[in-house]
């Protein structure tokens, strides 16, 4: 797969001056789809299913990425764009997969908690985990917590313990929230856009995927975006579409 997939013209340039966040669950095969990714022009990127040693073909020694997962098998990445220094905040939570990480550029600062949601017991239970133990959650700078979450509040049941609504619920007291619905006004459970179609089929649609992120008055959304089915799906790149999130930066702390 090259950049000139139509994946590839799906999601508009990146504005001058505007910070790109991406979370996409590939599905495998990291290694045809670097060229769609890299079109993208992240400059934080979170990466689900994908294996450590196609990354470091990829990305050679620059040192710009993170993983996490199996060994010899399939895992979940963060990786740096151009122009960002990547660091280790902290240990990665011991529930399969949740990777924080730190990136730098000039004066502008993100904690960044990557999500592929892989559970013994459920897909709730260490999601509530690793907001309870992740420290940066517990900061008050930018922080961004994104990736395959795998659920939605559509699932919910009355009088059950675990949710996917005490997980918004949580994230909103350490100050963060979906960026595709704070940009929609839509509400969880309510969608209008899948981020994921069960065995690739159109109709099988559900939105499992999410940027959540707490601005910390350094910038504000400019615009979210979901990839199309026809464009990223129907051509088999993956059963996941990607989230696309384009931050404004309004104040010094761009470093410009």
């Not at 669950?25 to 045809?32: D, T, V």
């Not at 993170?66 to 990445?77: D, F, H, Q, T, Y």
Request: glycine fraction near 10%; proline fraction near 5%; include cysteine.
């Amino acid at each position: 797969m090259t950049g000139t997939s139509p994946a590839a013209h799906d999601i508009p340039p990146k504005p001058a001056g505007h910070v790109r966040v991406v979370t996409w669950n590939i599905a495998g095969a990291f290694w045809r789809k670097a060229a769609v990714i890299d079109s993208l022009d992240a400059d934080i990127a979170i990466i689900q299913e994908c294996r450590h040693a196609d990354l470091s073909a990829h990305c050679g020694s620059s040192g710009n990425f993170a993983w996490i997962g199996a060994r010899n098998g399939s895992g979940l990445a963060v990786i740096a764009g151009d122009g960002w220094t990547m660091s280790g905040s902290e240990p990665a939570c011991a529930d399969h997969f949740f990777l924080p990480t730190t990136l730098t550029r000039g004066m502008l600062e993100f904690s960044v908690l990557g999500v592929w949601v892989k559970p013994a017991e459920d897909y709730l239970a260490p999601t509530l985990r690793a907001i309870d133990t992740a420290s940066m959650l517990a900061t008050h700078g930018p922080a961004i917590m994104a990736g395959d979450f795998n659920a939605n509040a559509i699932w919910d049941r009355r009088g059950r313990s675990r949710t996917f609504g005490k997980v918004v619920e949580r994230l909103a007291a350490a100050g963060l929230s979906s960026a595709w619905h704070r940009f929609t006004g839509e509400q969880h459970g309510l969608e209008s856009a899948p981020t994921f179609h069960l065995h690739r089929a159109e109709a099988k649609a559900y939105h499992i995927d999410y940027l959540f992120l707490r601005q910390a008055g350094a910038w504000e959304i400019a615009s979210v975006r979901i990839g199309r089915f026809e464009h990223w799906i129907r051509p088999g790149l993956s059963d996941h579409l990607p989230v696309v999130l384009d931050l404004r930066l309004v104040s010094s702390a761009a470093g410009r």
